[in-house]
């Protein structure tokens, strides 16, 4: 059976062995698939399961973190959490928990450290003095920005020779099925 490059490469503490990970490939050409559906999709979702299990652990293991001396230097939950923090303004914790999808417990132990760092400072809400809000204080503004400026660069690297159309295809394709994984977990709670 021909090995896909990918089966040589497993990282050891990979969730998948190799017979599981050859199992979700693409059916060989010319040998018959049962499980293909009338459409003939089949061939084509198990290539997309397949790329979407190998993009998650590459993510995963190089935590696509950017290049140079801010690679790899912020977790991906605190950078979310610093991306929504960037985006909405000052936030409490169950506002914050609802607009990520994620319970308030998940978001009060993710800020703790970034608090700690100094990232996040904790204030008064405007309206609601008794209400605490979280809010980026200007080290994590600029520490967020230098995390920003890395990733770009490292995407910038990967699709080099993609065309802006091709990149602006990929983003809204992406965007979309981010927001159907979304969906269908917002679905299942």
């Known amino acids: 059976m021909p090995t896909h490059p990918d089966m040589t490469t497993a990282h050891p503490h990979d969730e998948t062995s190799e017979e599981s990970v050859q199992a979700s490939m693409p059916p060989t050409a010319g040998r018959p698939d049962p499980d293909q559906d009338r459409t003939g999709s089949a061939p084509l979702l198990d290539t997309l399961q397949h790329q979407v ?5 590459r993510a995963e293991q190089t935590r696509l973190g ?3 001396q801010a690679r790899n230097s912020m977790d991906r939950a605190a950078y979310l959490l610093l991306n929504r923090l960037d985006r909405d303004g000052p936030t ?3 506002a ?5 999808g994620i319970d308030s417990s998940t978001v009060t132990r993710q800020v703790a450290p970034l608090v700690e760092s100094g990232l996040v400072k904790r204030t008064s809400h ?3 003095g008794r209400a605490v809000v979280l809010q980026l204080s200007p080290r994590g503004v600029s520490r967020l920005e230098q995390v920003r400026a890395s990733r770009r660069e490292l995407m910038e690297l990967l699709t ?3 065309s802006e159309e091709e990149r ?8 979309r099925f981010n927001q159907a994984l979304s969906d269908f977990q917002a679905e299942g709670s």
């Open 66 to 68: 950017g290049v140079g």
């Open 126 to 128: 405007p309206d609601d």
């Open 96 to 100: 914050l928990a609802a607009g990520m």
């Open 168 to 175: 602006t295809v990929f983003c809204e394709l992406l965007t």
């Open 53 to 57: 299990a190998l993009f998650a652990r």
């Open 160 to 162: 080099r020779d993609w």
């Open 92 to 94: 409490g914790v169950k």
